[in-house]
């Protein structure tokens, strides 16, 4: 599968060999994490502020229109309006989600889904370990993922003889509602998100499918989903699958040969991949449910509850440890779908310059599934009108929001003079959703081409 809109451009597979070309690399964006340009002259705030303040005004943008632009080399303030008011952020809250995920369990850490024998003979118990990523089988949706038909062949073959007879699901890790506040009434159906559990196999979705614009249909039980579709494998009926908890653990593995294994024995356990990675999918997806399990882990390697409000408390902790100012961001959830969640520009323009810095290694790992301008993710389809903001495809590389009259944009981003910047824009009360983009990305182009 080729990136970007090189599916597109080379068409569908032909069904008559054609006549031999030749050939040519795929375009690939341009390299915005390079090392940012030290030596050059850093841009002149009047000239930025002249470039930008007319296109800041647009009405399109709405009624509330909060902006910081630094100069990562330099650390210089080029832009801002009301840059330390926070605003609603929509889905650039997914920048400090990974931001602190990162930091607080590393690029390599993995997520672990768990089989474990029960208390009574062919009872068994699947742990989830709050991979949100884990699939049933191999798909396109987040592939390489954890697997349920690979856990299924381990545990039937540590189980030798002893036939499963029952499947008890235990969702214990993550603690507290289901959904947070501030989210609608119809998000989980329009298939935005899901209910927020420890278990469960793509993001909660009934198929493994990305729907950016019309939405996912989501299990209403995303662990009992989850577990029937285990227990079909194992060969349990679905009418035996409940939720529990698992037993303590047993001393010894378990043994085919030994007959049934004692209660709490590990039957067999599956990995998700490199969180880096899961915070890429997160990240070029926008997937809601993949940034709240990712938050939950800021939680857990903090030794907090695993709840949205845990995951608050720890992501603020985090960014303060990091030199952050926490205190402009107050949370409600680790996605952005909270119409409660309020965030300052400064906020996140910090937390991208310090990830692109290169002084925090672990935060820059981020920038592999931040979006591109025209090629990739949530950004596919911006930048790529005819006008001036085309001059930006594959320079510009952000996380988008969009909530009803809230329109986002927090990114990075090399100007023609080579200059490397961080930048946020977070509009509220735009009243057309397309035109409100729009004049987001012709800020976000005007600093691209700003020979400031």
């Not at 009434?185 to 209910?195: K, N, W």
């Not at 993001?203 to 009992?224: I, T, Y």
């Amino acid at each position: 599968m080729r990136p970007g809109p090189v599916d597109d451009w080379l068409g569908a597979t032909p069904t008559t060999a054609p006549t031999p070309a030749p050939t040519t690399p795929d375009p690939s964006p341009t390299p915005v994490l390079a090392a940012a340009e030290a030596d050059g002259v850093t841009p002149d705030t009047a000239a930025v502020k002249a470039a930008l303040d007319p296109l800041v005004s647009a009405a399109a943008l709405g009624t509330a229109v909060n902006v910081s632009v630094l100069d990562v080399a330099s650390d210089t303030v080029l832009y801002e309006r009301n840059a330390n008011r926070m605003i609603t952020p929509a889905s650039t809250t997914k920048v400090l989600t990974a931001a602190t995920a990162l930091a607080a369990r590393g690029p390599a850490y993995r997520l672990e889904t768990r089989v474990v024998a029960g208390s009574a003979p062919g009872e068994v118990v699947i742990i989830g370990g709050g991979d949100a990523s884990l699939g049933t089988t191999a798909n396109k949706l987040f592939p390489g993922a954890a697997r349920l038909d690979d856990l299924a062949k381990q545990v039937k073959k540590a189980l030798g003889a002893t036939k499963p007879t029952k499947l008890v699901i235990d969702t214990s890790l993550f603690t507290g509602p289901e959904t947070a506040t501030g989210w609608g009434a119809g998000d989980i159906g329009a298939g935005q998100v899901s209910r927020i559990q420890a278990f469960m196999i793509n993001g909660g979705r009934v198929e493994p499918v990305h729907n950016e614009f019309g939405g996912d249909p989501r299990f209403s039980d995303p662990a009992l989903g989850a577990g029937r579709a285990f227990a079909k494998m194992i060969g349990v009926p679905a009418a035996a699958v409940t939720k529990g908890k698992a037993p303590e653990a047993a001393a010894a593995p378990a043994s085919a040969a030994a007959g049934a294994p004692a209660a709490g024995t590990e039957l067999g356990k599956v990995e998700s991949p490199p969180l880096v990675q899961v915070v890429e999918w997160m990240l070029q997806q926008s997937d809601n449910v993949l940034a709240e399990a990712i938050g939950r882990q800021v939680a857990l390697a903090a030794g907090k509850p695993a709840s949205f409000a845990g995951a608050a408390e720890a992501m603020k902790a985090k960014l303060s440890e990091l030199g952050l100012p926490a205190a402009e961001a107050t949370l409600y959830d680790a996605s952005g779908l909270s119409n409660r969640n309020a965030i300052s520009p400064d906020l996140l323009v910090q937390t991208l310059s310090l990830a692109a810095g290169g002084e925090q290694a672990a935060l820059s790992n981020m920038f592999n599934g931040l979006p591109v301008a025209g090629w990739s993710g949530t950004m596919r389809t911006r930048f790529v009108t005819p006008s001036p903001n085309q001059s930006a495809q594959g320079i510009v590389r952000a996380k988008t929001g969009s909530l009803s009259g809230v329109n986002t944009l927090a990114g990075v981003l090399i100007t023609k003079d080579g200059r490397v910047l961080a930048f946020a824009i977070m509009a509220k009360g735009g009243a057309n959703a397309l035109t409100a983009r729009s004049a987001l990305d012709r800020v976000a182009a005007r600093l691209v081409q700003c020979g400031c």
